[in-house]
């Protein structure tokens, strides 16, 4: 298996522009997280999904932040419109379910984004 | 809802003495507490978890406690080799929703 696989690996950009990051879990798995990592917040969950269906995303910044799961195979993290303190390390990160309690997750290389 | 606080911040040892990492929680319904490694640039990667019904669990030479009373658990690394240098990430599941802590920064001496 190859492992969750993001894309892209970086990504710099001007502020207002529409970001898009792509994200394939490991196959089987059936949860998929978002993660923004920076110096100064640490690592902070966006969203996750269980079986395609976003169960949380209290920790979305902003209404400028989406994301979607069409399918067990493929998640995207949307910024639109981008901004400078947007800039971080995006990680995406997999894991089987286990109902009512968690399990190891598989972390994405990342995406480093620079909104300039 | 949950908070997961980590100390310390930094941690500089010799080579081959031990390191503690200490975490808090919050939230009385977590029940699964991992432990990430992440080296300079690379992604987060566990090194050891350990579950509510369980107070302690060790691997060589990684050890984690758990003290659900008082929601504190704690990692410990005993003969600490250089190649333990990396940032250590506690964290708390409730129901399949991880909350991480601020990070340790650790490094090991040679």
């Known amino acids: 298996d190859a492992g969750v696989i993001q894309s892209p690996r970086h990504e710099v950009t001007e502020m207002g522009q529409e970001v898009t990051l792509r994200c394939k879990p490991i196959?089987?798995?059936?949860?998929l997280f978002w993660y923004r990592q920076t110096m100064m917040r640490g690592l902070e969950l966006l969203i996750y999904f269980n079986n395609n269906v976003p169960i949380d995303d209290s920790g979305m910044p902003e209404d400028r932040f989406s994301a979607k799961m069409p399918n067990a195979s493929f998640s995207t993290l949307k910024i639109q419109p981008s901004e400078p303190r947007d800039s971080a390390v995006y990680f995406c990160?997999?894991?089987?379910?286990?109902?009512?309690?968690?399990?190891?997750?598989?972390f994405g290389p990342g995406t480093r984004l620079t909104v300039l | 809802g949950e908070n997961v606080e980590q100390h310390p911040s930094t941690l500089s040892v010799q080579e081959g003495d031990s390191a503690v990492i200490k975490c808090t929680y919050s939230?009385?319904?977590?029940?699964?507490f991992p432990w990430y490694k992440q080296e300079l640039g690379k992604r987060p990667q566990l090194i050891i978890d350990?579950?509510?019904?369980?107070g302690e669990k060790k691997d060589q030479r990684i050890a984690v406690t758990l003290n659900k009373t008082a929601k504190h658990f704690s990692l410990h690394i005993t003969e600490t080799q250089p190649e333990d240098s990396a940032v250590y990430f506690c964290a708390a599941t409730s129901y399949d929703k991880v909350i991480f802590g601020p990070g340790t920064s650790l490094s090991v001496i040679p």
């Open positions: 990160a997999s894991s089987p379910l286990r109902s009512g309690s968690g399990n190891e997750q598989f």
């Open positions: 350990i579950r509510s019904n369980v």
């Open positions: 939230d009385s319904a977590s029940n699964y």
């Open positions: 196959s089987g798995h059936n949860s």
